[in-house]
């Protein structure tokens, strides 16, 4: 095995790792213990408007991201799903708990760490074992290009979302 094979290798452990853990938060978001109107419950109470629209956009987009990642499609998109929905989990929910996430109201070190990895695989790409090299897209979807697509679209779709559909409920 040469050295790009074992690149290539790690990142799609890398991608299906990171794409399954968002599948998964998307689908318990939906089918897990409240269900999609308890995701929407609590996405009310933390003040995000329409909050079964916001449950169901971030449920949706958590998952597709996780299936982008795994198959290494459009893979810079995919990091934007996850930089978009961490931003606002951050934004709405984690960033007055502190660090750790263990701590009472879960700290952002998860957020900021999935974050991070979708604003990696933006920028390095999917590696060779991707749909997106089988398509021959991966040279326009890596590098700059990718990292401004995952940072650019995560963040600036994050900030459009909050500034027109999140009313912090008033500080008890």
């Known amino acids: 095995m040469n050295d790009t094979a ?8 890398f991608r299906c790792g990171i794409g399954a853990v968002m599948f998964a938060h998307g689908w318990n978001h939906i ?7 308890g995701t929407a419950g609590w996405f009310g109470s933390m ?13 949706v987009t958590e998952m597709a991201a ?7 499609l459009l ?9 978009g929905t961490m931003a606002v989990a951050f934004v709405i929910n984690h960033r007055g708990n502190g660090f750790f996430i263990f701590r009472p109201g879960e700290g952002w070190e998860y957020v900021m760490t999935l974050a991070l990895c979708g ?14 090299r089988a398509l021959g897209i991966d040279d326009d979807l890596d590098g700059w ?3 401004a697509l995952s940072v650019g679209a995560g963040g600036v779709g994050a900030a459009v979302l ?10 008890e």
Request: a positive charge; aromatic letters at 6%; proline letters at 7%.
């Open 6 to 13: 074992a690149a290539d290798l790690a990142l799609a452990v």
């Open 66 to 72: 996780g299936v982008a990642l795994v198959l290494g």
């Open 47 to 59: 003040g995000m408007r329409p909050a079964l629209v916001q449950a169901w956009l971030a449920s």
């Open 145 to 147: 290009t990718g990292l």
């Open 119 to 132: 604003m990696v695989l933006g920028a390095i790409g999917a590696g060779g074992w991707s749909l997106d």
């Open 162 to 171: 909050l500034a027109t559909c999140w009313r912090p409920p008033p500080a």
């Open 75 to 83: 893979t810079p998109l995919g990091g934007a799903g996850v930089v």
């Open 31 to 37: 089918w897990g213990g409240g269900k999609i109107s």
